[in-house]
């Protein structure tokens, strides 16, 4: 501290004690892959996605659904998700946290869906004094992060705030309005959906948006081979 003596910053385990404690037992959280296993190992909840998903379809989808708008968000969140952490600990002066990551997660986004659910890449972002663009500004990433801190960000209207560590270092949103049908039918699925993409047949106009993304390994050569 400003003192010299030392501080015990014990944020991260309080968010995710709170989960375990303060949640139902079947709740899902939505948070970027980073804290996907914390989530589940500490938390013993649910989590969307951890540091073993291969899938960039699925990130794909996760960044889109942390940096778009309220209602773009929340038509897809709904259908995964009971709650949404994010690390917010530049409120502790620790500026690597979702907002610093958030550029990531809209790149990660467009590359498989583009501008066709909310903003493009190149529109995320924030200026060096820590000023952000129009399109940072309305996702609730941004929102999420500001909220009750920041006179200028509005309340919401589809989440609420469930719970912020000590430190404001964590932030925890309850999703309002989730789909119980979307729920029960990812439940039904059990292990069967361990080895493939599934999700609720709600969500089938929004993947149909997205062009599968394209991973190029090594370099190409023009040249033709000898025989």
């Known amino acids: 501290g400003p003192d010299g003596k030392p501080m015990i910053i014990d944020d991260f385990r309080e968010a995710y004690w709170w989960l375990r404690d303060s949640t139902p037992a079947d709740s899902r959280v939505m948070a970027w892959w980073d804290y996907g296993y914390q989530i589940n190992g500490v938390g013993n909840r649910t989590t969307i996605a951890d540091g073993n998903t291969w ?9 889109k659904c942390l940096t778009s708008s309220e209602n773009v968000s929340h038509a ?13 600990t530049r409120h502790a002066g620790m500026y690597s946290d979702d907002l610093a990551k958030s550029p990531h997660m809209a790149r990660i986004g467009t590359s498989v869906y583009g501008d066709r659910i909310g903003c493009h890449a190149s529109q995320f972002y924030m200026d060096r004094d ?18 009750r801190f920041d006179e200028s960000v509005p309340p919401f209207e589809l989440f609420e705030e469930a719970y912020t560590t000590s430190n404001k270092m964590v ?4 999703v309002l309005k989730i789909s119980e049908k979307s729920k029960e039918w990812r439940a039904a699925k059990g292990v069967e959906c361990a080895s493939q993409e599934c999700y609720p047949p709600a969500l089938a106009p929004t993947l149909a948006l997205k062009q599968s993304f394209q991973q190029i390994h090594g370099l190409l050569s023009t040249s033709t081979p000898s025989q």
């Open 171 to 174: 932030r925890i949103y309850r």
């Open 130 to 147: 820590g000023t952000p663009s129009d399109c940072m500004r309305e996702s609730i990433l941004w929102r999420m992060h500001s909220w």
């Open 76 to 88: 897809i969140t709904r259908h995964l998700a009971d709650y949404v952490l994010i690390w917010t």
């Open 55 to 63: 899938n960039h379809e699925h990130i794909a989808l996760l960044g």
